[in-house]
């Protein structure tokens, strides 16, 4: 059974470009989160989608936004790069969000530089 | 709000030893509590999950326990190994939402 698979793992963008990150839930697994991890904060709540619906938020600013397909994959955008957003970016899959007796299962991460 | 609070930040132990990770949380009211493994510039591995009714669990060398009165988890690894060196993060669930609030981690290095 294939894990959650995020791409690309790397990224280098300039200050103000915007940037679209993908993640591909395991098979039949509809909730999506994403994290942003670094040394400074450690690991931060984005944002859910469940059945394509976003289902809670965390606490960042609207240049983070995100959205789920149909066949659950999900994407994440950043517009206007800062560079404070350079960060480890992970997704996790679950078949049922918090209540789910499986838990989270990550993906391997995109690292993002903002340069 | 849950707060997840993990100590030491640090440990260092040579081969063999058995150690204890602790974390703590604020918030009784979690579904579940997941230990995780992260290797330097990895994403996380799942190493247990104990869900809210129960009081521990055990897979191979790790033994993971929950006492939700206390606000209080455990991650206990026995006889250590070097590959066993990574950081570890527990992470509490609550609300029926995606969100995991996360402890700082334990950056645990075994010495040969």
């Known amino acids: 059974k294939a894990g959650v698979t995020q791409t690309p793992r790397y990224l280098i963008k300039t200050r103000g470009q915007q940037v679209t990150l993908s993640c591909s839930p395991i098979s039949g697994h509809r909730s999506v989160s994403w994290y942003q991890q670094t040394p400074g904060q450690g690991l931060q709540f984005l944002f859910e989608y469940f059945s394509e619906t976003q289902r809670n938020k965390g606490n960042f600013p609207g240049r983070f936004s995100g959205r789920q397909f149909s066949n659950s994959r999900s994407e994440m955008n950043v517009s206007t790069l800062e560079l404070g957003d350079s960060a480890l970016y992970l997704c996790a899959s679950s078949s049922g969000g918090a209540r789910s007796v499986w838990g989270y299962t990550f993906g391997s991460g995109t690292r993002l530089t903002v340069v | 709000k849950q707060e997840v609070t993990q100590i030491p930040a640090a440990l260092s132990v040579p081969e063999g030893e058995n150690l204890v990770l602790n974390c703590s949380f604020t918030d009784s009211a979690i579904y579940n509590l997941q230990w995780f493994r992260q290797d330097p510039g990895k994403g996380l591995t799942s190493l247990l999950l104990i869900q809210s009714s129960q009081r521990e669990q055990t897979s191979g060398r790790l033994n993971a326990s929950l006492d939700k009165s206390s606000g209080r988890s455990t991650l206990y690894i026995a006889a250590s190994q070097p590959g066993d060196s990574a950081t570890y993060l527990c992470?509490?669930?609550?609300?029926?939402?995606?969100?995991?609030?996360f402890g700082q981690g334990t950056t645990l290095q075994v010495k040969p």
């Open positions: 992470a509490a669930s609550s609300g029926n939402t995606g969100k995991l609030i």
